[in-house]
C-alpha cells in the first residue's frame, strides 16, 4: 500500500530543501571579482591605509588605476578565495602589528561607490559598500595571504603610486 504525503509535508519539505539551497549559495566561497563590483574596470581606484598598531603609524597609498602596482595588488587579492561568514564576532584580532584598510572606488565624484576591506590578520576581515549591508568574510589563507598583502604595500615606495600621510 502506497502512502500520501500530506499537501502541509510536501509544502514544508520543499521549503526545507529551498532554504538550505539558499544557505549553500549564501556560504559558497567567491572570487574578488564577485565581492567587489566594478572589479576590472578601467577606472577603479585604490587606497591603502597600513596602521601600524604599535606606533600608531599611518601609511597611505594610493594606486592610480591602470598602473602596474594595481594590477599586481589586484592579482594577489585575487590569488584566493573569501566565503561569507554569519558571524557576530564585532572585533577583529591584531595578529601582523598592521591594519590594512583596502578602499575600492568606482565612479565620478557626483556617483561613487566605495568598498572597503579591512584586514588584520585575524582569520575573518570586515567588508563595507556603499551599497551594500556589513559582511564578514573569512579568506582562504588566512593569516600567510594577509602577511603577503601587507609585505606588499609595505614595500611600495615608488612617490608616483604612494602618497604618505602620518
Known sequence: MTRKLAPRRIVGILIMIVSALFLIWLLWPRSFAQIIPGFGKKDLHIDADVINIINDENRSISFAPSSP??????????????????????????????????????????????????????????????????????????????????????????????????
Open 69 to 166: 602596482e594595481a594590477k599586481e595588488l589586484l592579482d594577489l587579492l585575487s590569488s584566493t578565495r573569501y566565503q561569507r561568514i554569519l558571524s557576530l564576532k564585532d572585533w577583529r584580532e591584531v595578529k601582523l602589528d598592521y591594519e590594512v584598510h583596502l578602499t575600492f572606488s568606482l565612479g565620478d565624484e557626483s556617483d561613487i561607490s566605495e568598498y572597503c576591506l579591512v584586514f588584520t590578520g585575524d582569520p575573518l576581515i570586515d567588508f563595507h559598500g556603499s551599497f551594500t549591508s556589513n559582511r564578514t568574510y573569512s579568506v582562504y589563507g588566512g593569516e600567510e595571504f594577509q602577511q603577503r598583502l601587507l609585505d606588499f604595500l609595505l614595500k611600495q615606495e615608488d612617490p608616483a603610486v604612494l602618497s604618505f600621510t602620518g
